[in-house]
């Protein structure tokens, strides 16, 4: 599943052809992804101007002139692939290969000027769907998110307070979209090495009785923003083939210090230590016993 820096690099990748743009028309090549297309869907976009490309957690937000706002949610397998304009390519990178075309691109947007926006999502887990924009934040998918984890709102003593309590995992609080917005796999095992915490550790042991936070939670905050901030600026995480807007690979991958690396030295100075594999609520962590405790 795509994760905050590789929705942002979508995003990112989305503002220089769609953002402004006006769409001349859409085509829906079947009626449904995870959900049924919105009723009607290609009419209510032809003929309308995207405003501003926005994200929410892993959703990408695209404000329309007339007051709505399309979600699209890429799933497991979706991808977006720019065409016929000055930026080509497939803005964002994954753990997984993404649809290079054919029978899977199942929604296009042709805009004035001649670029066309192409959604490919062979698993079908993906969705859009067109939302006022008064209820945006109130609609289900969005309603019960936690803060954005690179927000003003996202602090030691929120999640300090977040976990006071909690009788679950640290790592199983952290992946919890409730608690904070956007987190996934592979930036929680990255963030909890950094900040030598273990996955197993409850959640609850970061905050004092009282529901402060203690300097486990304020080094987690911080190597949580860093990891982000980091894999955004590497243009998130190519572990097979997909590219960047402008062909090349993401690169964050090359920095992990746990993730994927099983069986492998730990790159802490004189840890003579190897990375482990474990399995938690079905999700595959990787650490370090002896940096993370």
């Given at each position: 599943m795509p994760e905050l820096p590789e929705v942002e690099t979508v995003r990112r990748g989305l503002i220089p052809v769609l953002?402004?743009?006006?769409?001349?028309s859409a085509e829906a090549r079947r009626p449904d992804l995870r959900w049924p297309l919105p009723e009607n869907f290609a009419e209510r976009l032809a003929g309308r101007r995207v405003e501003a490309i926005g994200r929410r957690a892993k959703y990408l937000l695209a404000d329309l002139d007339g007051g709505e706002v399309m979600i699209l949610h890429l799933g497991m397998s979706g991808s977006i692939r720019i065409e016929g304009g000055a930026v080509k390519g497939r803005p964002g990178r994954f753990h997984h290969p993404r649809g290079v075309g054919g029978p899977h691109d199942h929604v296009v947007l042709h805009l004035?000027?001649?670029?066309?926006?192409?959604?490919?999502?062979?698993?079908?887990?993906?969705?859009?769907?067109?939302?006022?924009?008064?209820?945006?934040?109130?609609?289900p998918l969005l309603a019960g998110l936690g803060p954005e984890p690179l927000g003003n709102g996202f602090n030691a003593e929120y999640l300090a307070r977040a976990c006071a309590r909690r009788q679950i995992s640290l790592k199983a609080a952290l992946l919890d979209q409730k608690l904070v917005a956007g987190l996934g796999n592979i930036y929680v095992c990255e963030a909890l090495f950094r900040a030598g915490l273990s996955p197993r550790r409850l959640a609850h042991t970061i905050a004092t009785a009282e529901g402060a936070p203690t300097q486990r939670a304020e080094r987690l905050v911080v190597a949580i923003r860093d990891v982000l901030r980091e894999a955004i600026h590497a243009g998130g995480s190519s572990?097979?083939?997909?590219?960047?807007?402008?062909?090349?690979?993401?690169?964050?991958?090359?920095?992990?210090?746990?993730?994927?690396?099983?069986?492998?030295?730990?790159?802490?100075?004189?840890?003579?230590?190897?990375?482990?594999?474990?399995?938690?609520?079905?999700?595959?962590?990787?650490?370090?016993p002896t940096c993370q405790r």
């Amino acid at each position: 599943m795509p994760e905050l820096p590789e929705v942002e690099t979508v995003r990112r990748g989305l503002i220089p052809v769609l953002q402004g743009a006006v769409i001349e028309s859409a085509e829906a090549r079947r009626p449904d992804l995870r959900w049924p297309l919105p009723e009607n869907f290609a009419e209510r976009l032809a003929g309308r101007r995207v405003e501003a490309i926005g994200r929410r957690a892993k959703y990408l937000l695209a404000d329309l002139d007339g007051g709505e706002v399309m979600i699209l949610h890429l799933g497991m397998s979706g991808s977006i692939r720019i065409e016929g304009g000055a930026v080509k390519g497939r803005p964002g990178r994954f753990h997984h290969p993404r649809g290079v075309g054919g029978p899977h691109d199942h929604v296009v947007l042709h805009l004035a000027g001649g670029a066309t926006v192409t959604f490919n999502d062979p698993r079908r887990f993906g969705a859009i769907l067109i939302v006022p924009y008064d209820q945006i934040m109130s609609h289900p998918l969005l309603a019960g998110l936690g803060p954005e984890p690179l927000g003003n709102g996202f602090n030691a003593e929120y999640l300090a307070r977040a976990c006071a309590r909690r009788q679950i995992s640290l790592k199983a609080a952290l992946l919890d979209q409730k608690l904070v917005a956007g987190l996934g796999n592979i930036y929680v095992c990255e963030a909890l090495f950094r900040a030598g915490l273990s996955p197993r550790r409850l959640a609850h042991t970061i905050a004092t009785a009282e529901g402060a936070p203690t300097q486990r939670a304020e080094r987690l905050v911080v190597a949580i923003r860093d990891v982000l901030r980091e894999a955004i600026h590497a243009g998130g995480s190519s572990l097979r083939d997909h590219r960047q807007v402008n062909g090349e690979l993401g690169y964050f991958q090359h920095t992990f210090k746990v993730y994927d690396r099983e069986g492998k030295p730990c790159q802490t100075l004189h840890c003579k230590d190897t990375i482990k594999r474990i399995v938690q609520n079905g999700r595959s962590t990787f650490y370090c016993p002896t940096c993370q405790r």
